[in-house]
């Protein structure tokens, strides 16, 4: 289900990763620190697998420990220290990475959108987003869902992630990294019609 509110709901996604290692972190709150990854792969509102198969989504949904999440800083810099907290998730494949994505936060609030790059080049390049392939929402969690054709990830075989938390101050704040395995649990009907078109690509 395409669910996009800020408020992680397990049932929507299909994948759960929590971080349960936080040996040799440092944190000057829980709500610096990630609680749980969550990871889909789900049709949208108007998907068909004949006359629309690229309406499929890959889903994120991020929790912390002590909701809601910190936006303005670990405050480690000292007091009013105010800074953007930062979330950088990186995706390989195949051992390469192949694609990253940024989200900046300020108060409560996503500053701009998230911001897509291609990472299979030698110098990153932007990926364009807007409404038609991008919904995202900041509440107690963090959920964004993109278009899987922004991807340059094969939906058929496992990747990797890994993903920065950065509340901006001086202390060590959360990283998260960890594998997707293939998708026996995904919606195989999204899945195949993702690969034949993948296939239908690579033909041309």
């Not at 054709?149 to 094969?154: C, E, G, H, P, R």
């Not at 395995?181 to 690969?195: H, K, N, R, Y």
Request: aromatic share 8%; proline share 8%; charged share 20%.
């Amino acid at each position: 289900m395409l669910n996009i509110d800020g408020v992680v709901n397990p049932a929507d996604y299909d994948i759960t990763v929590p971080d349960a290692i936080d040996t040799g972190k440092i944190f000057l709150g829980t709500n610096c620190d990630i609680d749980t990854l969550y990871w889909g792969l789900v049709p949208g509102p108007g998907y068909n697998p004949v006359t629309n198969p690229l309406d499929a989504w890959y889903t994120l949904g991020m929790t912390v420990v002590a909701p809601p999440i910190n936006t303005t800083g670990d405050g480690s810099a000292g007091p009013g220290a105010f800074a953007p907290t930062t979330v950088h998730l990186s995706l390989r494949q195949g051992g390469t990475e192949k694609n990253s994505l940024d989200v900046f936060m300020f108060f409560g609030n996503i500053l701009g959108q998230p911001l897509m790059w291609d990472t299979t080049g030698a110098t990153p390049t932007a990926i364009t987003l807007d409404a038609s392939n991008l919904k995202y929402a900041l509440g107690t969690g963090l959920e964004i869902a993109i278009k899987a054709d922004k991807f340059n990830l094969n939906p058929a075989s496992p990747f990797d992630f890994d993903l920065h938390f950065e509340a901006g101050g001086e202390n060590e704040d959360d990283r998260i990294q960890g594998r997707i395995p293939e998708p026996a649990t995904i919606s195989m009907i999204v899945i195949g019609g993702l690969v034949v078109l993948v296939r239908r690509r690579r033909r041309k």
